[in-house]
């Protein structure tokens, strides 16, 4: 199942451009606005799990932060933004891997995963998913998933919707819910999909 996951987002990556998929943000202000809000030092260990070709690296780069890692399935998403970012992309620590087979090298302060958390539909998936943030996020941890209002599909897939009070379910009881949201993203293509955003504190 993971290839066919791999061949999947591969094949999204080398044959859509931005203005093509529907999670595309110029400026991704809730994220950004919940990592500043943390008050995490410039130095501290941050990841961006499924991060793509998203630009929240970009904008952490530009708040001066120096300790990035962005994780995706898709080789050729890294690629992408790798590119982007020209010399500044030395500056980021690029991982490709399949999330429910990653095996972290470190502990993270920030853990930021917008929109593939909810491509985990198994419970075995979740398991290992909540695991992971157990195991290896020692401060905080901001979770963007589609809502009970939400699309049921992304990019053809499967996906699990949640509300507020089941995501918070999900990462208890080691990380307490201080922050949650409903937002509604306008995709490329000028269609709505609702998102809940929820940010944890390890207790």
Not at 50 to 76: C, F, M, P, R, W
Not at 101 to 113: E, G, I, L, N
Request: charged content about 25%.
């Amino acid at each position: 199942m993971e290839n066919t996951s791999k061949n999947h987002w591969e094949t999204v990556y080398q044959t859509k451009s931005p203005n093509e998929v529907s999670w595309t943000q110029d400026v991704p202000k809730t994220s950004l606005d919940f990592i500043e809000s943390f008050g995490v030092s410039k130095s501290t260990a941050i990841i961006d799990i499924g991060g793509g070709d998203s630009k929240l690296v970009d904008h952490l780069l530009a708040l001066g932060y120096e300790n990035i890692t962005v994780l995706d399935i898709s080789a050729k998403a890294i690629d992408r933004a790798r590119l982007r970012l020209g010399s500044k992309a030395e500056k980021v620590n690029w991982i490709v891997s399949d999330i429910t087979d990653f095996q972290p090298k470190m502990h993270y302060s920030v853990w930021h995963d917008r929109a593939a958390f909810h491509f985990l539909t198994l419970d075995s998936q979740k398991e290992k998913y909540v695991e992971l943030v157990n195991q290896f996020v020692d401060d905080y941890l901001v979770i963007g998933t589609f809502s009970e209002n939400g699309p049921l599909k992304c990019s053809g897939l499967e996906i699990q919707q949640y509300s507020i009070e089941s995501l918070e379910e999900q990462f208890a009881p080691k990380f307490e819910m201080i922050e949650s949201k409903y937002e509604d993203h306008q995709t490329p293509f000028e269609t709505i999909q609702n998102f809940v955003f929820g940010a944890f504190k390890k207790k």
